[in-house]
T-cell receptor, first 115, second 111 residues
């Protein structure tokens, strides 16, 4: 089954404790992206990657890191999490980023709570 | 500055009637537009899209209209069903800009 898998689905942690949210897709997609969803703010892009070893900042990259060492994986790293990073996070992928007939597929989300 | 705007945070419609969700954009380089639907505890799922060379695209009960001169698009759902109750996100892309999402509109279809 074609899917985007995020782990963990839920995490409660404390300020300053490094964490990684993994994202994996099995569709051989070139493009992957991370978003956060906050009430009243919709989906805001954190980082994206157009292909292996190519990553770019989105609208809200501060406090986050990513890597794209292989095509299927795109982990999101919070080196020193803070309470303002409490949010619902989505990973997405698509074959291409610039084609309307290649819409993004989203994972089911990761709810992070930073205390 | 918000490039994709959904000015109605919520919308309630009776079952069987038409739902119209609106979206405005500011970036004239956008050349394709998508609508996504999101249920609670799930990721957004693609619903329908339209390229800037068209002014209408239809898929079953869902139709998207694009008015480039007004930088406006709308999603029509006819007839609306209770299962359509969800948050709908408008998104746009083009030029060198990856997909940009609006804030979403929560649609409630009342039986």
């Amino acid at each position: 089954e074609a899917q985007v898998t995020q782990n963990p689905r839920y995490l409660i942690t404390v300020t300053g404790k490094k964490l990684t949210v993994t994202c994996s897709q099995n569709m051989n997609h070139e493009y992957m992206s991370w978003y956060r969803q906050d009430p009243g703010l919709g989906l805001r892009q954190i980082y994206y990657s157009m292909n292996v070893e190519v990553t770019d900042k989105g609208d809200v990259p501060e406090g986050y890191k990513v890597s794209r060492k292989e095509k299927r994986n795109f982990p999101l790293i919070l080196e020193s999490p803070s309470p303002n990073q409490t949010s619902l996070y989505f990973c997405a992928s698509s074959l291409r980023w610039d084609r309307e007939d290649q819409p993004q597929h989203f994972g089911d989300g990761t709810r992070l709570s930073i205390l | 500055d918000q490039q994709v705007k959904q000015n109605s945070p919520s919308l309630s419609v009776q079952e069987g009637r038409i739902s119209i969700l609106n979206c405005d954009y500011t970036n004239s380089m956008f050349d394709y537009f998508l609508w996504y639907k999101k249920y609670p505890a799930e990721g957004p799922t693609f619903l329908i899209s339209i390229s800037s060379i068209k002014d209408k695209n239809e898929d079953g009960r869902f139709t998207v209209f694009l008015n480039k001169s007004a930088k406006h698009l709308s999603l029509h759902i006819v007839p609306s069903q209770p299962g359509d109750s969800a948050v709908y996100f408008c998104a746009a892309s083009g030029g060198n800009t990856p997909l940009v999402f609006g804030k979403g509109t929560r649609l409630s279809v009342i039986a």
